[in-house]
């Protein structure tokens, strides 16, 4: 079965600190994706990757930024947290041309 | 910039009834449509759709793709109470690999 593992469910962080949301997957997926999922306006694309070192901006990048440096790991950072970052983040991957397979989210309280 | 917009946002019926879930798109470089439904964290594949008119099936779900008017619909009939979910909408563009969501419809079915 594919695994994609995030780092942790639940997350409290205070106001300006610096958030690592990390996320694991076991199955040599090129892609990889953020997104946040927020009530009524559905999962927003943050950034995603197609290979290890490449990076793309989704819909929504600002106040974030992407790392992977490993195939199997894809960091979302929140360089200084702000409360409108409060959300449900979710980390996808896939192959070319199949069907992405989600983490369970991690839920991030900004305070 | 690719758009994907699902319709009804939200769908009450009762239990044994059928409906049908929209979704249309607009995306640069098609490659695919999936359909994912969404109960408390993770969303779970349901279908990947890329050719037209060719029904998929699942059980009392189906689903088929009109690439020339851009849309899908997603269809369930004899409905149950554990259908009640979102359902999502993605669509996947060839040229970057970038897998766009729409907002959702959350399906709630009364007993």
């Known amino acids: 079965d594919v695994k994609v593992t995030q780092s942790s469910r639940y997350l409290v962080k205070r106001t300006g600190e610096k958030v690592f949301l990390e996320c694991v997957q076991d199955?040599?997926?090129?892609?990889m994706f953020w997104y946040r999922q927020d009530p009524g306006l559905g999962l927003r694309l943050i950034y995603f990757?197609?290979?290890?070192?490449?990076?793309e901006k989704g819909d929504i990048p600002e106040g974030y930024s992407v790392s992977r440096e490993k195939k199997e790991r894809f960091s979302l950072i929140l360089e200084s947290a702000s409360t409108n970052q409060t959300s449900m983040y979710l980390c996808?991957?896939?192959?070319?041309?199949?069907?992405?397979?989600f983490g369970q989210g991690t839920r991030l309280t900004v305070v | 910039e690719d758009k994907v917009v699902q319709s009804p946002l939200s769908l009450v019926v009762h239990e044994g009834d059928t409906v049908t879930l929209n979704c249309s798109y607009e995306?640069?470089?098609?490659?695919?449509l999936l359909w994912y439904k969404q109960e408390k964290k993770a969303p779970t594949f349901l279908f990947m759709l890329?050719?037209?008119?060719i029904e998929k099936k699942s059980g009392r779900l189906s689903s088929i793709l009109d690439k020339k008017e851009l849309f899908s619909i997603l269809n369930i009939t004899a409905t149950q109470t554990g259908d009640s979910a979102v359902y999502l909408c993605?669509?996947?563009?060839?040229?970057?690999?970038?897998?766009?969501f729409g907002t959702g419809t959350r399906l709630t079915i009364i007993p």
């Open positions: 996808a991957s896939c192959l070319r041309n199949t069907e992405a397979f």
């Open positions: 199955m040599d997926h090129e892609n």
């Open positions: 990757s197609y290979d290890v070192k490449m990076k």
């Open positions: 995306v640069t470089n098609f490659r695919s």
């Open positions: 890329t050719s037209s008119g």
């Open positions: 993605a669509v996947e563009n060839f040229g970057n690999e970038k897998l766009t």
